[in-house]
């Protein structure tokens, strides 16, 4: 435990940041997981709805810092693809 002032107060806003941080990481994984399923399952409606709030939650973790602008332009691409393919 630390004994300065200033560590303690550290310690209490790494743990605030890092459940918002772990919040918006796994509201990504899981939308991006939903679009997939929707994908499996050949709904073309309801994959486009799915395909826009995974773009919006990779975006939102793109500019909080949580991913590099690369992988979020590769997931992005990845998944424009495999809704592309099922037309």
Do not use: W
Request: a positive charge; glycine letters at 4%.
């Amino acid at each position: 435990m630390p004994n300065i002032k200033s560590a303690k107060k550290r310690v209490r806003s790494n743990g605030k940041k890092e459940k918002v941080n772990t919040l918006i990481t796994s509201s990504m994984r899981t939308a991006v997981k939903n679009f997939e399923k929707s994908v499996k399952e050949g709904n073309k409606e309801v994959s486009a709805e799915k395909l826009n709030i995974a773009l919006q939650r990779i975006d939102k973790a793109h500019s909080s810092g949580l991913v590099h602008k690369n992988k979020a332009a590769r997931m992005k691409s990845r998944l424009t693809k495999m809704k592309n393919n099922m037309e």
